[in-house]
């Protein structure tokens, strides 16, 4: 085994053991791949101010997130198919989020149902749903919910319709995903993998079949998951959702200042400044671009989160230190999992929280929560050059 000193070595490893339909799934985005690239690549346009002769002693990463407490304001973003990266995958992520002390947040349209991860898991964890037409099955799931004591939930609602992944449609990556010659004979070459997913019975969407009207088997899963979705999505709907979850509530993929004012006004009790990873408005604004005009606009009537390009524990430095309470990964840890299943997930986490653990102290803080900007030097022109 190498030595791993960075998430980009576990990705490198990931890419060697995952099939390659699953990978690119999971390293790419809409269209062109602008925004994808600009989530990561815009955080180096953002320095760290450097101090010296503090006292670093007595370091604590420990802080909140919509009242829970976290030993790092980093969550596991909602990630679909992540039991195909790696056998019971949305499992042995949930496993090693609980032993960190971290929230996992479970997506709908996960390999491993609601009821799967909570059965395998002694702590409450996080659902994420779409805002889907069929309101039968929305509130059912949140019934499973509730059932199952998940402790918050994050409507997605940046997908009413799909952004083009040129690489998803020419491997054959849909729900269910279409088998080719070329994609199994490469799933061959996968032996670790092949053997961990012939060793489960979790393979289909496991919060779908079995519980979606008319959704009996994966073969009957195409024509749901294109009518599913809502297009016609607007914010008193959002408002039928808070209706039936009287939990914690996240609204997730606000990038636009106007939205965040809107989500002031449903109940919600965080927003996620996220553009789905990069996945769905090609050219639209990086989060953490985004984030200073959505912070001035929405300052502490509530909290901020950020998703999306966060790689390291200098990326969700400075997100907080632009003024976000969490952050979340989903590709950082997708390569751990897909690297070394359980233990690759921990790693990764590891990874971030020794970056973000030195590098505040290298700024002279010895306390997450007391960050701010003057540990940053941004240029003039980041977040408000655009007519």
Same mark, same amino acid.
């Given at each position: 085994m190498?030595?791993?000193?960075?998430?980009? $070595?576990?990705?490198?490893?990931y890419?060697?053991?995952?099939?390659?339909?699953?990978?690119?799934?999971?390293?790419?985005?809409?269209?062109?791949?602008q925004?994808?690239?600009?989530?990561? %690549?815009?955080? @180096?346009?953002?320095?760290?101010? @450097?101090?010296?002769?503090?006292?670093?002693?007595?370091?604590?990463?420990?802080?909140?997130?919509?009242?829970?407490?976290?030993?790092?304001p980093? !969550?596991?973003?909602?990630? *679909?198919?992540?039991?195909?990266? &790696?056998?019971? *995958?949305?499992?042995? !992520?949930?496993?090693?989020?609980?032993?960190?002390?971290?929230?996992?947040?479970?997506?709908?349209?996960?390999? &491993?149902?609601?009821?799967?991860?909570?059965?395998?898991?002694?702590?409450?964890?996080?659902?994420q749903?779409y805002?889907?037409?069929?309101?039968d099955?929305?509130? #059912? /799931?949140?019934?499973?919910? +509730?059932?199952? +004591?998940?402790?918050?939930?994050?409507? %997605?609602?940046?997908? @009413?319709?799909?952004? @083009? #992944?040129? +690489?998803?449609?020419?491997? *054959? /990556?849909?729900?269910?995903?279409?088998?080719?010659?070329?994609?199994?004979?490469?799933?061959?070459?996968?032996?670790?993998?092949?053997?961990?997913?012939?060793?489960?019975?979790?393979?289909?969407?496991?919060?779908?079949?079995?519980?979606?009207? =008319?959704?009996?088997?994966?073969?009957?899963l %195409?024509?749901?998951?294109?009518?599913?979705?809502?297009?016609? /999505?607007?914010?008193?709907?959002?408002?039928?959702?808070?209706?039936m979850?009287?939990?914690?509530?996240?609204?997730?993929?606000?990038?636009?200042?106007?939205?965040?004012?809107?989500?002031?006004?449903? =109940?919600? $009790?965080?927003?996620?400044?996220?553009?789905?990873?990069? #996945?769905?408005?090609?050219?639209?604004?990086?989060?953490?671009?985004? /984030?200073?005009?959505?912070?001035?606009?929405? *300052?502490?009537?509530?909290?901020?989160?950020?998703?999306?390009?966060?790689?390291?524990?200098?990326d969700?430095? +400075?997100?907080?230190?632009?003024?976000?309470? =969490?952050?979340?990964? =989903?590709?950082?840890?997708?390569?751990?999992?897909?690297?070394?299943?359980?233990?690759?997930v921990?790693?990764?986490?590891?990874?971030?929280?020794?970056?973000?653990?030195?590098?505040? !102290?290298? &700024?002279?803080?010895?306390?997450?929560?007391?960050?701010?900007?003057?540990?940053?030097?941004?240029? #003039?022109?980041?977040?408000?050059?655009?007519?």
């Open positions: 190498p030595v791993i000193t960075c998430v980009e $070595d576990l990705k490198r490893i890419k060697r053991r995952a099939p390659r339909m699953f990978y690119d799934y999971a390293e790419s985005g809409s269209w062109t791949e925004t994808f690239r600009e989530n990561t %690549t815009d955080f @180096q346009d953002i320095h760290l101010r @450097q101090r010296v002769a503090i006292d670093m002693a007595g370091r604590s990463t420990k802080s909140q997130m919509i009242g829970q407490d976290v030993a790092m980093v !969550a596991l973003a909602p990630v *679909g198919l992540t039991g195909m990266q &790696c056998a019971d *995958g949305e499992i042995k !992520a949930a496993r090693a989020a609980e032993k960190f002390g971290v929230p996992y947040t479970l997506s709908t349209m996960s390999i &491993c149902s609601i009821e799967d991860v909570a059965e395998n898991t002694s702590k409450p964890f996080w659902l749903v805002t889907l037409k069929d309101d099955f929305m509130k #059912r /799931l949140f019934d499973r919910a +509730k059932a199952a +004591k998940c402790s918050a939930a994050v409507i %997605t609602v940046d997908l @009413q319709m799909l952004g @083009q #992944r040129h +690489k998803d449609l020419k491997n *054959g /990556l849909s729900a269910p995903p279409k088998l080719t010659f070329k994609s199994v004979t490469n799933m061959m070459t996968k032996v670790q993998w092949g053997l961990g997913m012939l060793g489960t019975k979790r393979r289909f969407f496991g919060n779908i079949v079995g519980h979606a009207k =008319g959704v009996a088997d994966a073969s009957s %195409t024509t749901w998951t294109a009518e599913a979705f809502d297009v016609s /999505l607007d914010w008193d709907r959002i408002r039928e959702f808070r209706k979850w009287d939990g914690p509530l996240i609204i997730k993929g606000i990038i636009d200042p106007r939205d965040a004012l809107e989500a002031l006004n449903v =109940g919600a $009790d965080a927003i996620i400044v996220s553009n789905h990873g990069g #996945r769905q408005l090609d050219g639209a604004l990086s989060s953490i671009r985004a /984030l200073p005009a959505i912070m001035d606009a929405v *300052g502490d009537k509530i909290e901020v989160h950020l998703d999306s390009g966060i790689r390291s524990g200098q969700v430095l +400075k997100a907080l230190a632009l003024g976000a309470k =969490g952050t979340y990964i =989903g590709r950082a840890y997708v390569y751990g999992l897909g690297a070394m299943g359980e233990a690759g921990t790693k990764a986490l590891e990874i971030i929280h020794k970056e973000l653990e030195v590098s505040m !102290a290298l &700024c002279g803080h010895t306390d997450v929560t007391k960050v701010d900007r003057d540990i940053l030097m941004i240029p #003039r022109d980041f977040s408000d050059r655009w007519q």
